[in-house]
């Protein structure tokens, strides 16, 4: 527990293991923090007006391998020539980075980028990170037929913007789609991880779906409702996913 500018925090610490059956060769850890808001209103009394259960804050991401190696350098921005800027950023026009999660119209600050020594991540001497000799972490209890997609639940601010992740596995993805993909993984495997490295999604459309009410109702006489997916209109559309580094 400290106190920064007089405010009290608690700084909370969490284990987790993370088993693989063989050597990754790009690994990263995606975290976010969850509120349950059930019992948050029990515990201190409160009266919140939020309609769902629980809170999830923002994703944040931390790389640990890049095609086989350590991540030793990480990013540090700055404000204001020496200050580090530890809030959210975006990329304006590919040229600039500035403050904020996205751009507005409003003023805000641009942002230095700089390199430093990335100590956030301890890395085990006797643990192999190449994919050579003993694996990472051995275990047959790996879980198996893993989704090829992960859909966050979506986060919505005090301003009513509404964001939220979507991961997909662009390896075992362009396996199950591209004969020429698993052709080239069962005859030479590390070429394949090669190439796959520089997969990247380049074309994303958002569509919104209308709700429908069915005939039928759930155990709590409540009508059951269902996605009409032939009826849908585009929200958002982008062609320039371009990886950015």
Same mark, same amino acid.
Not at 77 to 91: D, E, I, K, R, S
Not at 162 to 169: G, Q, R
């Given at each position: 527990m400290c106190f920064v500018d007089g405010v009290r925090y608690r700084k909370l610490q969490a284990t987790? /293991?993370?088993?693989?059956?063989?050597?990754?060769?790009?690994?990263?850890?995606?975290?976010?923090? %969850?509120?349950?808001?059930? /019992?948050?209103?029990?515990?201190?009394?409160?009266?919140?007006?939020y309609a769902q259960e629980n809170y999830l804050g923002?994703?944040?991401? %931390?790389?640990?391998? $890049?095609?086989? %190696?350590?991540?030793?350098?990480a990013n540090i921005?700055?404000?204001?020539?020496?200050?580090?800027?530890?809030?959210?950023?975006?990329?304006h026009e590919d040229t600039v980075y500035m403050e904020g999660s996205k751009h507005v119209i409003t003023p805000? +600050?641009?942002? $230095?980028?700089?390199?430093?020594?990335n100590n956030k991540l301890k890395y085990l001497p006797s643990l192999n990170y190449k994919g050579e000799g003993p694996l990472?972490?051995?275990?047959? /209890?790996?879980?198996q037929n893993m989704p090829l997609t992960y859909e966050q639940?979506?986060?919505?601010?005090?301003?009513?913007?509404?964001?939220? +992740?979507?991961?997909?596995?662009l390896y075992n993805l362009s396996l199950q789609e591209s004969k020429t993909a698993a052709i080239m993984y069962s005859n030479d495997p590390q070429m394949f991880h090669e190439i796959a490295g520089n997969l990247d999604i380049k074309n994303? %459309?958002?569509? $919104?779906?209308?709700v429908t009410r069915s005939n039928h109702s759930n155990a709590f006489n409540l009508p059951v409702t269902k996605l009409n997916m032939s009826d849908s209109s585009v929200i958002a559309r982008s062609f320039n996913n371009s990886k950015k580094t």
């Open positions: 987790k /293991t993370l088993e693989f059956n063989s050597a990754p060769h790009n690994l990263t850890l995606f975290a976010s923090a %969850e509120i349950d808001l059930a /019992t948050l209103k029990a515990n201190e009394g409160l009266s919140l007006s923002s994703v944040t991401g %931390e790389d640990i391998l $890049r095609v086989g %190696e350590k991540v030793k350098m921005f700055y404000v204001n020539q020496n200050t580090a800027w530890a809030g959210p950023v975006h990329l805000h +600050a641009e942002l $230095r980028l700089s390199k430093t020594i990472l972490i051995n275990s047959s /209890t790996s879980p639940d979506y986060v919505q601010d005090a301003d009513g913007n509404v964001s939220c +992740a979507v991961m997909a596995d994303i %459309e958002v569509k $919104r779906h209308s």
